[in-house]
């Protein structure tokens, strides 16, 4: 009984390199896919708003409120008009993930408990970062991201402070 056991001992302990070695290919490929991109998905997201927002920074408990429909009037009690990008949208994701601080799902699930509960409606998801900063453009109160910068007299990029 302890010649099997040495032996099973042994097996391990000569097998430990290899198990390393793949410990260590698995740690590369996951840093590796980790480490930023070159293409346009790592620039930075800004928030945007239409001109007639009376504001020039919000705190970034106010951008989560705004995002997750929570908060619906500006300060000077306007309705705020949310658009945002499709689920599968880089832009959308990096938003979510590197402004918001939760994962594209999770907001979406926010957004259907409001919808199925009665409490309140979804944000409305547009096409394109264009078409995105067209509606910003043209309706009063209304908020949204993008990632070309690209402000004119109807938006402005609004910080985050």
Known sequence: ???????????????????????????????????????????????VVNSSVGISELSLKDVRAIFTMKKRLWADGKGVQVFVLPDNDGVHKQFCIKVLGVFPRQLESVWYRLVYSGTGNAPVEVGSEQELLDRVANTEGAIGYIQSVSENDKTKIITIK
């Open 1 to 47: 009984m302890l010649n099997v056991y040495l032996n099973n001992k042994n097996k391990a302990l000569s097998s430990l390199p290899v198990l390393v070695g793949h410990l260590a290919i698995l740690i590369f490929i996951v840093v590796l896919g980790l480490a930023p991109s070159p293409s346009g998905a790592s620039l930075p997201v800004s928030i």
